[in-house]
């Protein structure tokens, strides 16, 4: 079978590889959508700090069951991957945070993941597989992991509607306006310096605003937005490059979404302006397995409405040019669907 896999810093090869051995107790997965991530492309090119090389990356996919050795799945089923590998045991997976395991493995960073035709997983790795509606687009589950992550940081916060301003217009920016404006978020922002990343595959009710990190200010002062928001969420790593928290309502949360860029260190928040204020800062990175179940409960009960990314269709062999066009935002998501 076909396997993408990651050899090196900015090494991606596309291989022939054995297929995989039905495990015991386990199922093989014959892969229909694979979604890359813009932390895929991170990673190709700058490294991860989960990321162990030589490795198949991909961690957001569904597909369909085609042998099984586990009572719970049968030939036919339809599955969505979690994207970790939990315990289920210890004391964060009891408390149903699975994304802090102790043993947390994810595919794609150090464990192979999802660009392969064949997925085998083993007794303990079934946990990660999650049935879906068989009459449902199997494509669209690609975007439940997305989906999920933003699940996972709105939990985190007790700001449940008014105004909000996305930091970035990525894919996941783009998502996590789209998972604001459904739970009744009356305004939501998203800003970019890139116009091509405003102009298409932003969801129709969020506003978009281009500008660079440098005039993110007087870009806001000028569209009236003087009185601060009620949520912010830097979604890359440029919306942690200036002071957020001054553009925080009273009260109000930002959501730290994105990590920084390798050596770069932001430690110039105000603490004054958090305690006199009453800000929230959280902080997210994944999802947990219950954020995962409800990402696609959203998507199955068309509680949301994704149909705007109109992600690019692609086969395993395009891997490598689709990251150069992702790289280049010619494209804002693409799902892998020829294996
Ligand atoms: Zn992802
Ligand atoms: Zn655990």
């Not at 085998?120 to 199997?138: A, Q, Y």
């Not at 739970?183 to 605003?209: M, W």
Request: with cysteine; proline share 4%; hydrophobic share 40%.
């Amino acid at each position: 079978m076909k396997a993408a896999l990651i050899t090196g810093l900015n090494q991606l090869e596309i291989r022939e590889i054995p297929d995989p051995l039905l495990p015991y107790g386990g199922v093989i997965v014959k892969m229909v959508s694979a979604a890359i991530c813009g932390t895929d492309v991170k990673m190709l090119l700058n490294g991860h700090r989960d990321l162990v090389l030589p490795r198949i990356p991909g961690h957001e996919g569904a597909g369909v069951v085609i042998e099984t050795d586990n009572e719970s799945f049968k030939t036919g089923d339809v599955v969505a991957v979690y994207p970790g590998i939990y315990c289920g045991r210890c004391l964060n997976c009891l408390d149903g945070n699975t994304s802090r395991c102790d043993s947390i493995k994810i595919y794609g960073f150090n464990q192979d993941g999802l660009f392969r035709a064949l997925v085998p997983f083993d007794s303990n790795e079934i946990k990660s597989l999650v049935h879906v509606r068989e009459s449902g687009n199997i494509e669209n589950m690609a975007l439940a992991e997305p989906l999920a992550c933003c699940i996972s940081a709105y939990n985190k916060v007790h700001v449940k509607n008014g105004s909000a301003l996305i930091i970035g217009a990525g894919s996941v920016g783009s998502i996590f306006a789209a998972l604001l404006l459904s739970k009744g978020f009356n305004e939501v922002v998203v800003i970019d310096r890139e116009r091509q990343k405003l102009e298409g595959q932003i969801p129709v009710n969020a506003k978009t605003i281009e500008t660079d990190v440098n005039s993110i200010e007087s870009s806001l002062k000028a569209h009236n937005h003087v009185r601060g928001f009620d949520l912010i969420v830097p979604c890359c790593p440029d919306g942690l490059n200036w002071d957020f928290w001054r553009f925080m309502k009273p009260g109000g949360s930002a959501l730290l979404f994105s990590g920084n860029n390798r050596g770069v260190d932001n430690n110039n928040i105000d603490m004054n302006e958090i305690h006199y204020r009453e800000l929230v800062l959280a902080g997210s990175y994944g999802c947990n397995a219950r954020d995962f179940r409800d990402a696609i409960r959203m998507i199955e009960d068309d509680e949301i409405d994704l149909s705007f990314l109109s992600p690019r269709f692609a086969s395993l062999d395009e891997i490598p040019e689709c990251i150069s066009a992702l790289k280049n935002s010619t494209v804002k998501k693409v799902i892998i669907n020829k294996f």
